[in-house]
């Protein structure tokens, strides 16, 4: 079993710098990822339909012998999260919030958070309960920034637009001088893309916590603990699925992923 | 069958942008009005998947005993019309591209013609061939817009941010002092969202083309023809229904069939 592949799954390609945070921390473990392009954007979706895709997207993993899944998605994790560990038996499922919070809730200071996320992230509140539940006394704005993630999936990650839409939507939440956030949450995989916009709309002192790393960081201690980290020496491989668009997937993928995608590497699926 | 709906389908709100259009023109008619909102965008999904998505929908609208269907989205205008036409018999199908196309036909002088449309409708090619049949001596720039479907979706339609962004795909089009084109036709629904900051990057001397307002006419035309026009004197009823959202589709869709919609007037139904 500890030789089986991490079932990883998003929406589309925004959980492909989820993927990339796993593969560097663990490189010789093997990785299927699914994404859902066929039916994405999550983000702007019912929180019912949102747990139905996801769990029908956890219930193709599994059929792979998947050890472990990985949401690597915000919104499916915030509404699908609890179907999934309900009908997945099992396999450990880790989705991106919850690390996420911790991260958050350990970097500030103040306990006045921000986080920025898709609509239907912002709409479930998981994060805000999820850092209320690490940190009673926090203090959490969280609001939702639809348009980075077509900026990013443009590949408009840096210069003036992405700069103003930065500020458009940062500088209301840290632009007072006075009890402005000293964190913010990236909360949505997509977002990391755009860190450089990020930081210049937030300044230099406002702490970043990008769930991707914080969940990788996640996803190698629940392995371990449960006995089911990979044996191998060889380097791990990566399989990546998909629900429509093999060339779409492969040339805004290869952004995300931070290596060249090819069209023939992505096996499509139907859901 | 003269009093009978006119459906309508979108992938979501767009297409209310050709409702407000058709309405306005055909007062008396009644409309079913369907927006796959479980399943947008189709901007960015392949050919195959637009055709089998729209193909169900279609199918949805025809079980209300429609008269006539109206395709208000480009993307499965240029895709899902052969299919449709195919699958769906004695019904006429008026799709928004041809009209489109006749418009900025009849409206260019050079025959130098740009259209912005999504990533699905631009790949496709549709516009491209629908003008070149019409006027074979045309050139054609076809170029995908896709930050506009979410500037128009997050009701960011004018200011610095939408000019920005209109002048960075459109300039490049239209900056150069000489062979740019006199027409540019809005190949996406949601662009007629952001008209204005559109004529700021185009300057005063382009004709723009709004498929909205000329598939209304086509629409009209046609039920003519075949007779099918209404022949009530009393006001249309107009339906609305969305495979998802209704809270979403009533508080963004209000802005693109300019008038308010309440969640309650959204009917769920399952493709």
């Given at each position: 079993m500890s030789n089986a592949p991490i079932g990883v799954f998003d929406s589309g390609v925004g959980g492909l710098t989820v993927l990339e945070a796993l593969t560097a921390r663990l490189p010789h473990e093997h990785f299927i990822y699914l994404g859902d392009t066929a039916r994405l954007p999550y983000g702007t979706k019912s929180p019912e339909t949102v747990a139905r895709y996801s769990l029908q997207a956890a219930q193709a993993l599994a059929r792979y012998g998947v050890k472990c899944l990985v949401i690597a998605c915000n919104t499916a994790s915030s509404v699908g999260l609890p179907v999934i560990t309900r009908y997945i038996e099992n396999v450990p499922v880790i989705g991106v919030i919850e690390p996420g919070a911790q991260a958050a809730c350990a970097a500030s200071r103040s306990g006045n958070i921000a986080?920025?996320?898709?609509?239907?992230?912002?709409?479930?509140?998981?994060?805000?309960?999820a850092i209320l539940r690490i940190r009673p006394d926090a203090q959490v704005n969280a609001e939702p920034a639809p348009l980075f993630v077509a900026l990013a999936?443009?590949?408009?990650?840096?210069?003036?637009?992405?700069?103003?839409?930065?500020?458009?939507?940062?500088?209301?939440?840290?632009?007072?001088?006075?009890?402005?956030p000293d964190t913010l949450v990236l909360g949505c995989?997509?977002?990391?893309?755009?860190?450089?916009?990020?930081?210049?709309?937030?300044?230099?002192?406002?702490?970043?916590?990008?769930?991707?790393?914080?969940?990788?960081?996640?996803?190698?201690?629940?392995?371990?603990?449960?006995?089911l980290a990979g044996t191998r020496s060889t380097e791990g491989v990566v399989r990546l699925l998909a629900t429509d668009g093999r060339e779409r997937f492969a040339r805004v993928g290869s952004r995300f992923l931070k290596r060249p995608i090819s069209p023939d590497e992505v096996e499509l699926v139907d859901l």
């Open positions: 986080v920025i996320a898709t609509e239907g992230t912002v709409r479930g509140g998981a994060y805000q309960q999936e443009e590949g408009l990650n840096e210069g003036s637009i992405a700069d103003d839409i930065a500020n458009h939507y940062l500088r209301p939440m840290f632009g007072a001088t006075e009890g402005a995989t997509h977002f990391p893309m755009l860190a450089r916009a990020i930081r210049h709309a937030v300044g230099p002192k406002v702490q970043i916590v990008d769930s991707a790393e914080t969940t990788a960081v996640s996803v190698d201690a629940r392995l371990r603990k449960a006995g």
